[in-house]
């Protein structure tokens, strides 16, 4: 199929379901553009069916239903620029995950970051090589140098500009929008008024400077904000200024909004944790140690660290050394520890492929922003483990005295920076015990590993790349029944594609093979899944169940994830599902059937998750 210009047809489309005055209700689910028209006879039907990107029209339930596929939020996103419809709607808002405060934020910060830790990774072993070269007496002035360097510092520097675009994604806000927001907190103007250290005003209100290269939740905090009043300009703005008025105030609002507000907010926690900490190494060291062997990650996640990076500077003159430092090594030790003892433990083929070199990563350069953001946060355990074990050996290493005397990565090549101050025996063995303790809780005591309910692996992933044939299995246990049988039309005449229908007995929703979520409902009740070899799923558990609006949905993936064969994606309350009036059957569909050799259905009754339902030729 050619590929459709969203942006030309929705106007197109509006006008023939008779204009924006006769939609009173617009919102989406995984395939279909739901509108509740006025006056469903002023929509011209014929000619609606006929435009290019559209499959087939529904009139069911109130609802004038205009099937695209995967691509209809592109349409509806289109829709958003020229009307004020949808937004506010159930379907499309982010405040329906469950759980505490801490968990949503975890599932947040994991989502944003999974697209981009895998270039962390890699540019964390570009840095660690380049360290290990200059340590072995490579010299830093080269121009090889500055351009490796480059290769390999750009992804953790540009971090905001990086997590600009994944934030967009997950808020439904404007990708370029976001990243210009981004690029003006690392803009080099912006960078040297921090590092000038002069006062900076705007139009007489004080700006407290800080730097926001490599930062984390600055950006994210910020795109959520620009996504909301986003929405807001572009349902108040008149059409005609709406393309270039609605970036240009968000700009003009959200880039001083920021640096006003998120600067003197991460100062305030930076120079409050560095007076709060120089006083803890005077009377208690032992406890400013704990203290930054422990939290030292959760500072740089907050981008607070960069009020103690000038402290530790200044100790560098005077006295010579920074005591500060010394216990930031076990931090960083031990949380590569913990993601070394990830990679043996899980049965995580891809997992295991992500936790080897960001282990390495950070032991050798202290890059371990792959290894947090990519493993031990999103497993949780680990993470606090590395920070048991970074507490621990922060306390040896302080009552050691221990301290560098020059600015390094804390990583096993900084090292030497250790040497001369202290008692270099026990900081080793207080990095040792760090490395130790969180190595031993990760493995021993583990972790909850989705993929680990399905028993599913690395291997399993490996034989489907071996076959020529990929075989879909069901992703519930229950009843097969051919798609034609379904009782809605739009999948029993196989508009959408080629699959399965299955009338679940359990609630639990598991993928049907390995690949990327590239759909996930907020409502819970659609996931749509990309194949490594392009094969693009389906899975619809229940038939209108949209209107549910989440209720009686835990989901337990996001866009952008990584799932494996096996892996859940949903839990539903099926009781809850039939006492509202819909019925449960979970729809198993390849959505892009026409240019693949075959689909075929493969079996009818009784299946369970591990039952081949589907097999397609490529």
């Known amino acids: ?90 379907a499309q808002e982010q405040g329906g995950e469950k759980g505490s405060l801490f968990d949503r934020f975890i599932k ?42 480059a290769a390999g510092d750009s992804a953790l520097y540009f971090l905001p500009i990086l997590l600009a675009i994944t934030s967009a994604r997950h808020f439904k806000a404007n990708e370029i929008t976001a990243v210009a927001l981004a690029g003006a907190l690392v803009y080099p103007d912006i960078v040297a008024l921090n590092d000038a250290g002069g006062a900076v005003s705007f139009f007489g209100i004080p700006v407290v ?11 994210i905090v910020a795109v959520w ?22 970036p240009l105030l968000v700009l003009l609002i959200m880039v001083p909004l920021t640096l006003i507000t998120v600067g003197p907010v991460t100062t ?27 939290f030292w990650q959760v500072f740089v996640m907050f981008g607070v660290h960069w009020g103690l990076v000038p402290v530790m500077l200044a100790q560098y003159k005077d006295p010579g050394y920074s005591l500060m430092a010394g216990p930031i090594f076990p931090a960083v030790l031990a949380q590569a520890a913990a993601t070394l003892a990830v990679m043996i433990r899980t049965r995580n083929a891809k997992m295991r492929q992500l936790a080897g070199p960001a282990s390495l990563s950070g032991f050798l350069a202290g890059i371990t922003e792959p290894a947090i953001y990519g493993v031990n946060l999103p497993l949780k355990r680990p993470f606090i ?42 900081v080793l063995l207080g990095m040792m015990v760090a490395v130790i303790i969180s190595f ?12 680990d309910a399905a028993g599913t692996t690395g291997p399993a992933e490996s034989t489907e790349s071996a076959e020529p044939t990929l075989a879909l299995t069901s992703p519930v246990p229950g009843r097969a029944t051919p798609l034609e049988k379904v009782g809605d039309p739009v999948f029993s005449s196989g508009a959408l594609g080629g699959g399965v229908g299955i009338l679940p007995t359990g609630g639990a929703v598991v993928a049907p093979a390995a690949g990327t979520v590239v759909t996930a409902m907020d409502s819970g009740h659609a996931y ?88 397609i030729d490529h």
Not at 567 to 586: C, I, N
Request: charged share 15%; aromatic share 6%.
């Open 108 to 149: 947040i910060v994991s989502a944003l970051i999974n697209p981009v830790v895998w270039t962390l990774a890699g540019a964390g072993l570009i840095k660690a090589f380049l360290t290990l070269a200059t340590t072995l007496g490579w010299s830093q002035e080269s121009t090889t140098y500055t351009i490796l360097n």
């Open 528 to 615: 749509g899944i990309k194949t490594d070899d392009g094969v693009e799923i389906l899975i619809h558990i229940g038939l209108d169940t949209v209107n549910l609006k989440g209720e009686g949905f835990s989901p337990a993936v996001t866009a952008g994830q990584r799932v494996d064969r096996g892996q859940p994606l949903v839990e539903v309350d099926l009781e809850a599902v039939r006492a509202a009036g819909y019925d449960p059957t979970t729809i198993l569909v390849v959505t892009n059937t026409a240019s693949l050799a075959a689909v075929v259905p493969i079996v009818e009754g009784e299946v369970t998750t591990s039952t081949t339902v589907v097999e």
């Open 268 to 294: 305030a926690l930076s120079n409050g944790i560095a007076s709060g900490m120089n006083v803890l190494f005077e009377v208690a060291p032992w406890l400013a140690g704990a203290i930054m062997g422990a």
């Open 440 to 451: 031993t809780l990760t493995l021993l005591l583990g972790f909850k590993e989705e993929a």
């Open 225 to 246: 904000v620009q996504s909301h009043l986003q929405r807001w300009l572009t349902a108040v703005l008149p059409s005609a200024i709406r393309n270039f008025m609605v």
């Open 385 to 426: 483990y590395g920070c048991i074990g970074g507490a621990v050996g922060g306390v040896i290493v302080a009552a050691a005295s221990g301290a560098t005397t020059s600015f390094v990565f804390p990583s096993l090549i900084g090292i030497p920076a250790l040497l001369g101050q202290g008692n270099l025996l026990l």
């Open 209 to 219: 400077m800080t730097s926001y290269a490599s930062s984390l939740v600055p950006i």
């Open 1 to 90: 199929m050619a590929k459709i210009d969203f942006a030309a047809m929705a106007p197109q489309l509006l006008e023939k379901v008779g204009g924006e005055a006769n939609v009173r209700a617009l919102s989406h689910c995984a395939t279909r553009l739901r509108l509740v028209l006025v006056d469903e006879s002023k929509a011209a039907t014929d000619q609606i069916s006929a435009m290019d990107g559209v499959v087939t029209v529904v009139q069911a339930g109130g609802q004038y239903q205009v099937v695209i596929g995967n691509d209809v939020p592109m349409l509806y996103e289109e829709l958003g620029k020229i009307t004020s419809l949808g937004h506010g709607d159930g």
